[in-house]
Structure formats: C-alpha cells, structure tokens
C-alpha cells in the first residue's frame, strides 16, 4: 500500500470536535494564554449541525468559563420554572412529589436550551480570541509519533471511491499536530474508541452503559405552552421491555422538546426503541400536548450512561478524553452539557500548565486527577449507583433504593459502589427466550415511520464515497444476527438504516448509510461487535437546526 504524503500543520493544542467540551477547551486555552495556537476540527457542515440534546443546561460550567455571559447573548433564554416527574400506565398517570425528589434533581436555575445553539455561540466566543475553528473537517485517523504518543489527526481526507481507493478528485487532507490533542467527540467517537483500546484506558474502570435518545421538535398550540415547564416521565410504554424515560421541555417560540431515552441494556432483541417513542406520543397526556401541533425536527444519538465507574483513565500520552468521549452524563438528572464544559476547563488548565512548563506529549495527570475529585467526580459519585439498581431490579425498585442511595449520598454518607456487569451488546439474548411485540402503526400525525421522520434531520452523505458503517464479517449479520437475534439492527436503529432484503438463501443484509444520524447505536448495541461506527467525509450527516 502506498503512503500518503499529507502536507502537516504545526498548534499548541487540536481539539476534536466542536461540541461543548471542545469549545469550552478552545475558550479557556486562549484566556489563559493568549498566544498560544489552538485549532477546532468539526465534522458537522457548521459548529452545531452535529449536536443533539436534550436540554435542561445546569450553567455551573458557563458561570466559570464566562461569567458574564447573559451580558454577551448567551442563548439561556428560558429558566425552568416548574418541574413536573410521572409515572405512566397507559391511560393515565401519577405525578411523583417534588418533595420527594433529592435536591440534586432540582432543575431551579437552569434553562431549557438548544444546546447547537449553545454551540454555536460558543464558537463565536471562541473565534473572537483567535482559535481557528473548521467545520465540515472530518479526523479520520489518529497520528502517533515516534515515541507511541498522540501527535495529531488526519483530517479532511476527501474523494474516496465506494471501495475505498482514491478517486479523480480525491483530497488526502492534512496533519494536524499539537503539543497535546483533545478528543471531545461525544459518545463512541471513532478517534476516542481506537485511543482507548490503544492505551487500555478502560482497564481499571467497570464496562460503560449507554442509552438511546430521540428527539422531536414540536411547534404546539399557543394556549397549550407553558414556557420553562420541564416534564419527565417513566414507565409505559417501556414497562419490563426497557428502562428508560421520557422528556417534555417547553422553551420558548410556541415549541417543545419531546425525547425518549431507551436503556440500550435490554434483553428482548424484538424491542424496537424509535417504536417505543412513536407509541409514547399516543399517551392521553401526551397527544393532548401535541394534539393540532406539528413537528418540525428529528434527531437521535446515544447517551453514555455508565457514570462515575465507567470513568476510563482520561489521560493518554499526548492528550485527553473530554466530556462524553469519556461519560461524563449524571443518568437521573439527564444532564451531561454542564461536566462536558468543566472537563474542557479543566484539560485546558492542565494542558496549559504543561506548555509553560515545557511539556508536551505527555500524560496529562493533573487533569484526571480534577475530573475525579472535582465538581464532575462530585456529581457522578453522588448518582453512580442508579443505573446498576435500575439495571438490576427494574424501575420499582430502582425508584426506591436509587432514590435513596441519591439521598445517602446527599447527606455524605456512601454504601460502596454496584457494578454494571455486561455491557450493552453482551445484554441481548436469543430470540428464542423472548416474544415478538407488536407495535402500532404510525398515524402521520402523532407518530411517524422513520423515513419520514428522518427527512426532518436534514441528512445528507454524498453515496460516492465509502460506506463509513464497516462490517468486520460481511457474513454475520445473516449468518448469526438473523437466526440467533431475529436481526436487531433492523429495530435498534432510528434511522433505518439497515435491513435484510430477501428471504432464505436469497436474504442479504443492505447498509442505508445515506440515512445515518451518526447516534452510534449499532457500534453500541450490535450483539456479535461486528458494525464499526467510523466517520463518513467532512460535512456529512444530519444538520440539525435547533437541537
């Protein structure tokens, strides 16, 4: 195979991903030192087109980052002003006490925010101190250096032909190098997944978890908003099936956040999470919400859910794991944005330090050693044992003692820490133990297939490039997946992206990957680890407005 020449560029500090922890890295680099070079590379076709969330946003991360930020337009436009939990059966519900709540779930002072909008002011920051930042670059691969450390990435390599070889117009991209490199991809990011395996990050911290989330903007009837409501909800439609839950967060313009989180530890591989969501809609509580609204955006990606166990060591030679790249999501309080900020705050200090100091390309210590003993160990220590109860004996259960484990914890005093056991793909059992379900149809005004819906992601992937969902065995998903697990990626995915044409020997197993949302459940979930999630050309993928 012949080597690619690629012209190089020289930083101080690249940042992978333009999302809150790589943004708030960029921002505190630059404050601290003004002079140092500090480069952002961005898959998404802009800063936020990528960028996906529930979001009830705690400031604690902006407070220290920008503290005079309502004073520059930061877009925390709506306080939450009244929280509503509930439990659903399938005609009615029970309102569960806020009093009863510990007070780490209390959303008083912060706000319902489109966290891509978040982003993109963010950028705007970040550019006004001179970091250079460059959407629509994907980083394809890692570049190590001579010593085994982290050197840099490649990005904005375009051009390639459907089997991989270079085409006419085809781009090698660049090399970016930094004096350390930051990955704050998100959840499952290629980059993040190969340094971890690289380094063995993860072989003192417990296996992580993850969730599914989707998510609809709704435009809904005047009369019927409540600006500042925010409503979460658990039990139907997902029962013994999943865990998982629901939010409702009305913000401002007559719209409503709707989203459904689905544990991706369940058993039952006929369970079908974007079909749960649609189901959730058609709850009396719900549909009156929505009832003459319409929706007007789609999106999913998935959540890491493991906590403060499935931590792995943040540090590799030559730079760190930020915010979701690592798990940094507190799972009751569904909140993530507020530690993916501080760790970009923290790894900046660290990274910082070093560089005056003389260093470079190696292990940030300093850094781990914060995100653990500070305000993000801090919040995951207090909740790392509800996931595990959950996981372990169901929501009853889970309500109860993780509830009162939040409130142990509260008052400092700690029982140990539970283990999470399998992970997600190893969770799915057999077809054979389990029964069919049998979803409703979607009526197009409520609910809705997901073809249609994904055409309110505004997804796009030129098809002339390669397919950036890799099989490690073609074979597989026929030869194992369908007979054994009836073919979960058909149901697991909210994108429809993949499907098996044919029947008997004629079946084949066909990648959609122009439908990708880039939420990385199949790199998750897939039983038999076969579907490789790695990152398609730079721009591709959905281009979220508001999320």
């Known amino acids: 195979m012949t080597q690619i020449e690629r012209e190089a560029m020289e930083y101080d500090v690249v940042i ?69 939990f509930y439990m659903l059966g399938q005609a009615g519900q029970i309102r569960i006490p806020n009093a009863l709540m510990p007070p780490l779930m209390n959303n008083h002072g912060n706000y319902i925010v489109s966290m891509g909008n978040v982003c993109r002011w963010l950028a705007e920051q970040a550019e006004e101190l001179g970091v250079e930042i460059f959407p629509g670059m994907s980083c394809s691969e890692v570049v190590y250096g001579a010593d085994g450390a982290v050197k840099g990435v490649v990005a904005g390599e375009f051009g390639k032909n459907p089997d991989g070889t270079q085409g006419p117009n085809y781009e090698p991209g660049m090399e970016l190098h930094g004096k350390y490199v930051f ?22 911290s417990d296996v992580q978890k993850y969730g599914l989330g989707m998510k609809e903007i709704w435009e809904i009837d005047p009369a019927k908003h409540r600006p ?10 997902l029962d013994a099936n999943a865990g998982g839950g629901s939010f409702i967060y009305h913000l401002d313009n007559n719209q409503v956040y709707v989203g459904f989180v689905v544990h991706l530890n369940y058993k039952n591989p006929y369970v079908f999470p974007y079909m749960e969501f649609q189901r959730f809609k058609h709850h009396p509580m719900v549909a009156e919400l929505l009832k003459g609204g319409k929706r007007v955006a789609y999106g999913a990606r998935a959540i890491s859910e493991g906590g403060y166990q499935s931590l792995p060591q943040l540090a590799f030679p030559g730079g760190a794991l930020l915010g979701c790249a690592a798990g940094m999501v507190n799972v009751p309080r569904i909140k993530g944005n507020h530690n993916a900020m501080l760790s970009g705050i923290a790894a900046a200090e660290a990274a910082c330090a070093a560089i005056k100091a003389g260093r470079s390309a190696d292990l940030l210590e300093d850094y781990d050693t914060e995100v ?70 979607p009526d197009g005004k409520l609910s809705f297939d997901r073809l249609t819906n994904v055409a309110f992601s505004f997804t796009n992937h030129a098809e002339s490039q390669p397919a950036h969902l890799q099989l490690k065995d073609p074979a597989i998903p026929v030869a194992v997946n369908l007979p054994k697990f009836a ?31 880039h939420c990385k459940t199949c790199d998750i979930k897939d039983p038999s680890q076969n579907i490789v999630w790695t990152v398609p050309q730079g721009g591709d993928g959905p281009n979220y407005p508001n999320m």
């Open 16 to 84: 992978v991903g333009a999302g809150p922890a790589g943004l708030s890295a960029a921002i505190r680099l630059k404050q601290l030192d003004a002079d140092l070079n500090v480069v952002v590379l961005e898959k998404g076709s802009e800063v936020g087109a990528h960028i996906l969330s529930g979001a009830v946003l705690d400031p604690v991360g902006l407070n220290q980052l920008i503290p005079d930020w309502k004073a520059k337009g930061a877009p925390l436009n709506v306080p939450v002003t009244q929280d509503n």
């Open 228 to 237: 500042g409501t925010v409503t979460h909800t658990m039990g139907w439609p």
């Open 183 to 204: 990955l704050g991809e998100g959840v499952r990011g290629s980059l993040s997944k190969q340094v971890i395996a690289k380094y063995a990050l993860d072989a003192h």
């Open 487 to 517: 073919g979960p990626s058909a149901r697991y995915c909210p994108a429809g992206v993949y499907e098996f044409v044919g029947t008997g020997d004629d079946t084949r197993f066909q990648i959609n990957f122009q439908n990708c949302v």
């Open 372 to 441: 653990r003993s500070g305000l993000i160990g801090r919040d995951l220590r207090k909740v790392r044992n509800v996931k595990p109860l959950w996981s372990r004996y169901g929501l009853a259960a889970s309500l109860s003692l993780g509830g009162a484990d939040m409130w142990l914890n509260t008052f400092g005093i700690r029982l140990g820490t539970l283990k999470h056991g399998k992970s997600d793909a190893l969770a799915t059992e057999p077809a054979a133990k389990h029964k069919q379900i049998d979803y409703p149809k």
